[in-house]
């Protein structure tokens, strides 16, 4: 009777797995779709851009656009390929992954799209809350992809570069750039003119430290080399964009040394414990013998 009855649950939950991958195949590509199509014509299409409105409101935390623009590029290209997956996926743990991302990632695009009306709207304050949504709603969705079962595996190469690649890389830029940079324009926090430029240098540098303490954890404790690639990416476009106060430029310098010190802090702890179980193990290999020759 259990047995019948777990049968059951699982017949249901396949059932539902499937209805709901059905409705992601068609709203998740016409999601990701039209955020591309929106960031195309509010970066190129039409005047003044994305990238004008950021240069006409420089804060400390502006970046270099050409290497935003590089980094999206290649984000939107890698979601392509997750929308693919949504379409196409034939394995049971891809299709589980999928439902994983499910209406999370059609959320991500939507507010995305709406962040950049707003921003071409001039409506900082409603970007700020938009940008702020986005950063929780990776955040979580990035956690729910660390999970055991949903890792990638050599049998499924593509869910590793279509599905985590993207959601991390989103993750970072929005959480180490895109909410800062739109609240501090949302709070009049300019760097321009030449007399506002001394002000409001604590909170930038607490503004990069607080995501750059977090990527610092996930690579630690993760072994996250894209975040950690990402992340420094990012710091670099902000290093490179000038003019920028020397404790924000110092706090840059800082993660390209902490990160890449922290990947090697998460290999060599990785290296000393699985070498204590193996000692460990060869531990009670020798008790075990010696209990029995005794």
Known sequence: MESYSSATEHTYNESRTQRKLFVLRGIAPLSAFTS?????????GISPSL???????????????????????????????????FVASQKEPTQHTMNVLGYQYVLSHAVHALWAICWILRSFSLAALLMGIQSINLALLYVQLCRVEYA????RPLDYIF?????????VVTLAVDVSQSVFIAADYLSTPTWRFG????????????PLVIGCAVVLIKGDH???GAHMWVLLALFLRHPKPFAVNG??????????LCLVGHSAAKKFL???????????????????SG
């Open 226 to 228: 894209i975040w950690m």
């Open 274 to 292: 699985e070498r204590r179980d193996e000692l460990h193990r060869v531990r009670l290999e020798e008790d075990d013998e010696s209990s029995v």
């Open 199 to 210: 002000r409001h240098q604590v909170a930038a540098v607490c503004a990069l430290a607080l």
């Open 36 to 44: 591309l199509a929106i960031s195309l014509i509010t970066a190129v």
């Open 152 to 155: 990638p595996t050599k049998s």
């Open 163 to 171: 599905v985590h690649l993207p959601i991390r890389m989103w993750t």
């Open 51 to 85: 990238s004008d409105i950021n240069d006409d409101f420089y804060t400390h935390l502006t970046p270099k656009a050409s290497m935003v623009g590089i980094y999206w590029m290649l984000l939107y290209g890698l979601q392509a390929g997750t929308c693919y997956l």
């Open 251 to 260: 706090v840059c310098v800082a993660g390209w040394i902490l990160l890449p």
